[in-house]
């Protein structure tokens, strides 16, 4: 048994996952959507990471959910999103004993680190949801609201090739209001910054690559589906 096994907890019976296909489960205060596919159960996170759609009620073909609300794909296995406009699925790892499904609801992620990341790629595809969303999570999580001003600040200055605009200076106005604000009115000012930089910077070079899906190991017959 995994030294970590005392994190899995019960989440339903495998006849019922592999009768139904597919189920929402809701455990230990997480809902969860589990998935029949290829012979084995997937647990992902039933809300859709982009805006919250229960992800149970989406489509799923060739490894690939969909969710019916605004059509973002992720991967089943990895949760990893073909759309950048939604963060990555969490997916949960999954264990069948004796005919029950347990899924270890431990966290994985360093989760500011994944913000970090969501914050840059925000700017990358001038994308104001991604760079909202990332700004309320860092600052909820106690970031320091310099480190992402930080990041929009380098961000504007290495890729406007106009050089200093009117991003920046929005950027750097609302970074001045932060200390007379309230609490939850800093990630708005922040986010109102960091989507100025990124229009400003939109549409010039370079090309951005899109980063892998964090499957660890993907057959060619997938690649090619």
Sequence with gaps: ???RSDSFVRAARL?????AGRTSVRVAGHSLALFFHDGNVHAVDNRCPH???????????????TCHWHH?????????????????ARVFPVEVRDGEV????????DRP???????????????????AKSA????GSGEDPAEPFRAGLEFGVRYRRAGWGQGLTIHTCMMNLLPFLSTED????????LSAVSRDSAGQPPRFALRPLPTKTVDLATLKG
């Design 113 to 131: 680190a994944y913000l970090r990341q969501r914050l840059r790629e925000g700017l990358e595809r001038n994308i104001s949801l991604v760079l």
């Design 186 to 193: 800093r990630p708005r000012a922040l986010c109102h910054g």
């Design 72 to 88: 973002a794909r992720f991967d089943l296995e990895s949760g990893g999103t073909f759309d950048q406009f939604a963060d990555e």
């Design 136 to 139: 309320i999570g860092l600052l």
């Design 1 to 3: 048994m995994d030294a």
């Design 51 to 65: 805006m919250g759609f229960p992800l149970h009620r989406g489509t799923l073909q060739d490894g690939i959910l």
């Design 15 to 19: 006849g019922d996952v592999r009768a």
């Design 102 to 109: 347990w899924v270890d609801l431990l966290p994985r992620e």
